[in-house]
């Protein structure tokens, strides 16, 4: 029976396409997510490699540079992690070699260069000078907006990941227990409900924010404090419905203990409207990551998140190089869209209105 209605399930979400583009969408997230470094072309920790000269380059710019081998350099981390870079790239607009060393003009600015020389120590010239290109340009420090675009993905997925986990624990512990018992205990629940709902969600994250302080994993706790009031409303009505049904009486009249009743017969009649408050709170989650680290209060430099990527470039919407802000604009746009159309497509599914 599970493995039938599981196939059922799957039939009737892949007729929705909204549902299939959003969880293809998300599919992708997750991939780009897990293999950031891999795909970045600037695989450095946070994608950090600062290159002054070239900064707010458009889309598509390409550039010549020197590599430098860094003095007592050693590569340290992972695929997972980014690795550090053995040289300094040094932009430059023409070079040429003499026996064991190598003449650069270095790119200072349109126009300006500088002659330099170093010592290519035995090394090949063709592999000392690469040309890159910058699909999405670069940002004012001259750090390749694709790469960081790509890592900051981790950031918006973690944060709602986590703020989801936190709110749904939350949540159905709370409503659970206040539509199962009733009473003094639904009403102590449901006033604290109501003067969490009372709370402007933005005012109550900075809040939370500012007790525990800036971070990568603090805004994911404050975040996920803030959505759990959603999920609570509604666990606490589907469990008062479901707790006067004749199988629940049943449970009593056994002499089942009241946390065996809730966990393994009433929660699994509940996952539906959950499931798709979940993907509703995933979208809130990118959104308020976003908007905390626009404002300062979120990730911070110089690890990339979408919303910081936005404030670093947002002046450039209205120069000639309005894509340092438009992608990551877009990536959130993309993201938010696909939960809320998978929740959409899981709510017709699950037919959670009849």
């Keep these: 029976m ?3 209605n599981f196939k059922s399930f799957f039939k009737k979400l892949r007729r929705n396409k909204g549902a299939v583009f959003g969880l293809c969408i998300i599919v992708l997230a997750l991939f780009i997510a897990l293999f950031a470094y891999v795909l970045a072309p600037d695989n450095t920790p946070d994608a950090n ?19 430098l081998k860094k003095e007592n350099a050693a590569t340290t981390g992972n695929f997972f992690s980014g690795t550090t870079d053995l040289y300094q790239y ?8 003499m026996r064991d060393s190598i003449v650069i003009e270095k790119y200072v600015d349109e126009g ?41 993905t981790r950031v918006s997925l973690g944060v709602g990941f986590i703020a989801v986990l936190i709110s ?58 803030t959505l759990w009031v959603n999920v609570a409303r509604l666990v606490r009505g589907q469990v008062l ?33 959950v499931l798709v408050i979940a993907a509703s709170n995933f979208a809130s989650a990118i959104v308020i990551e976003a908007g905390l680290s626009f404002l300062g209060l979120g990730v911070q430099p110089p690890q990339p998140s979408w919303g910081l990527m936005i404030k670093e470039n947002y002046n450039f919407i209205i120069t000639n190089n309005p894509m340092l802000a438009l992608a990551p604009g877009i990536a959130i746009m993309l993201l ?4 809320n159309l998978l929740g959409n497509g899981l709510r017709d599914v699950l037919d959670v209105r009849s």
């Design 49 to 67: 490699r600062i290159i002054v000269e070239i900064a707010a380059k458009k889309p598509g710019y390409q550039q010549q540079f020197f590599k």
């Design 241 to 273: 419905s479901i707790r006067e049904l004749n199988y629940i009486e049943a449970t009593k009249a056994m002499g089942f203990s009241s946390a065996r009743t809730i966990i393994r017969h009433i929660l699994p009649n509940i996952m539906g409207p």
């Design 90 to 97: 040094i932009p430059i607009t023409s070079f040429k070699t």
């Design 336 to 339: 938010v869209l696909a939960f």
């Design 112 to 152: 300006v260069s500088e002659t330099m020389r170093f010592s290519l120590k035995g090394e090949n010239a063709a592999d000392a000078v690469v040309t890159k290109t910058f699909w999405l340009g670069t940002d004012k420090f001259g750090r390749d907006i694709l790469s960081r675009l790509l890592i900051g």
């Design 168 to 225: 749904l624990t939350v949540g159905i512990f709370l409503g659970a227990i206040a539509g199962f018992f009733r009473g003094k205990t639904d009403d102590v629940v449901m006033w604290f409900v109501n003067v969490v709902w009372s709370i402007p969600t933005l005012l109550l994250v900075f809040a939370i924010t500012l007790a525990l302080g800036k971070g990568y994993w603090q805004v994911f706790i404050a975040v996920g404090l």
């Design 2 to 4: 599970p493995d039938q």
